[in-house]
Each structure stands twice: as structure tokens, then as C-alpha cells.
Nanobody, 119 residues
């Protein structure tokens, strides 16, 4: 089985920075993508960013230019560097792993880490 564990959340003032980490443990195939989603208060979980095994990236438009996603394949770890944080970025951030192997796809989720941006 696969397990995802996020860390790095906390409280920061507007304009500040945080870096989130997610470690993926267990066995999974090389064809995969790691990503971040978030759930803000009273809203549905939404896509933030993803990065493939070939280092191709996608970002939600509102955070493009402020957030950077990266991965360290030797550690099966994905990072989300968040700069110039805004109160609207407050929410629970979830790590996601999507895997395709032999025509079958699987999704895995972490438990989430809370990010609070407040004065």
C-alpha cells in the first residue's frame, strides 16, 4: 500500500512564505504525478498544483507565479514552496499521488496540513 504524509503547515502573516512537504512511501509505478489540493473554509477541495514523473507542471491560475511545485524522486517527496501568501490561501492542503500501471490508475491522499494566513 501507499501512504502520503504532509508536513510544513502553520500560521504566517500576509506576504510571508511557507514550504510544504509530502513523503510518499510504499510501492508505486514510475508513471505518476504528485500534486497538491486545498480545501478552504466552506468550499470544496480544489486543485492547486501537480508535477509528473517527467517534471511537467500545472498550476491553478490564482497561485501561478507565487507557488512552485517540485519533487525529489530519490526520496519520493513533493514540495510546494508558497510565497507572498494571502489570507485567501488559508485552508487545509492535501497531498495527492496519481499512478498508472498496466492500464490501471489509482489515487492516494494524505491527511492534510493546515495553512493559516492571518495578520
Amino acid at each position: 500500500q501507499v501512504q502520503l504524509v504532509e508536513s510544513g503547515g502553520g500560521t504566517v502573516q500576509p506576504g510571508g512564505s511557507l514550504t510544504l512537504s509530502c513523503v510518499a512511501s510504499g510501492m508505486f509505478g514510475r508513471t505518476n504525478a504528485l500534486g497538491w489540493y486545498r480545501q478552504r473554509s466552506g468550499e470544496k477541495r480544489e486543485f492547486v498544483a501537480r508535477i509528473s514523473n517527467r517534471d511537467l507542471t500545472n498550476y491553478e491560475d490564482s497561485i501561478k507565479g507565487r507557488f512552485t511545485i517540485s519533487r525529489d524522486n530519490s526520496k519520493n517527496t513533493v514540495y510546494l514552496q508558497m510565497n507572498n501568501l494571502e489570507p485567501e490561501d488559508t485552508g487545509v492542503y492535501y497531498c495527492n499521488l496519481w499512478v498508472v500501471d498496466r492500464g490501471q490508475s489509482d489515487d492516494y491522499w494524505g491527511q492534510g496540513t493546515l495553512v493559516t494566513v492571518s495578520s
